[in-house]
């Protein structure tokens, strides 16, 4: 089946710091989809993805998907405290609306 | 206030125990999940609803029986249930069509003992 793999798997920065996530895949993604959950939290929808080269940008978050749709990363500008979570990608695979996850990268930001 | 309400937030069951876990959706969608969260491993799928009906069934043992009794309900049943399940349960509810985005519930923490 599908697999997305992500690194880092951990990372800690200092506050104002930039961060960077990467998700991998072998096969072509139809869409990249990117949540954060907060610790103690569940998984929140940041953005989806669906064009090659594709560039996204939500305030101090830029999103790209990959010009052959086979990886996406995210970075972060300027960290700040309330980045500290986990960030993970997902994606579409087969019929109907199954969403396969990457390990998730767990953000420290550290003041 | 997510949309997606799960209940309970944490439970505590014995390996013999029967025990249900309840999502309801506020939001309209089509779409119910059955997602697993345990420590150091990805997200994981179990099951996916699309209006009532079971498309997904992600080899998940027997003793997790889900139940979707119409588009705004879907239950996880446990029995006989062993230390390893013991985890982050996720419910999420979707839209639909294809492609689109994940609402989760906060969750049920499990513990199996």
């Known amino acids: 089946g599908q697999q997305v793999m992500q690194i880092p798997q951990y990372q800690h920065v200092q506050e104002g710091e930039d961060f960077t996530t990467y998700c991998n895949s072998s096969?072509?993604?139809?869409?990249i989809q990117w949540y954060k959950q907060r610790p103690g939290g569940h998984p929140v929808f940041l953005i989806q993805l669906v064009k090659s080269g594709e560039v996204k940008k939500q305030k101090r978050l830029t999103f790209q998907f990959g010009e052959a749709k086979k990886n996406s990363s995210l970075h972060i500008t300027a960290t700040q405290t309330t980045d500290v979570g986990t960030y993970f990608c997902g994606s579409h695979s087969g019929g109907y609306q199954k969403v396969t996850f990457g390990t998730g990268t767990k953000l420290q930001v550290i003041p | 206030e997510t949309g997606v309400t799960q209940t309970p937030r944490h439970l505590v069951m014995g390996m013999t125990n029967k025990k249900s876990l309840k999502c309801e959706q506020h939001?309209?969608?089509?779409?119910m999940y059955w997602y697993k969260q345990s420590a150091k491993k990805p997200l994981e799928l179990m099951f996916v609803y699309s209006l009532e009906e079971r498309v997904e069934n992600n080899s998940v043992p027997s003793r997790f029986s889900p139940e979707c009794p119409n588009s705004s309900h879907l239950f996880l049943h446990l029995h006989t249930l062993q230390p390893e399940d013991s985890a982050l349960y996720l419910c999420?509810?979707?839209?639909?069509?294809?492609?689109?985005?994940?609402?989760f519930g906060n969750g049920t923490r499990l513990t199996v003992t």
């Open positions: 999420a509810s979707s839209p639909g069509p294809y492609n689109s985005p994940l609402h």
């Open positions: 096969t072509t993604l139809s869409n």
């Open positions: 939001l309209g969608h089509n779409a």
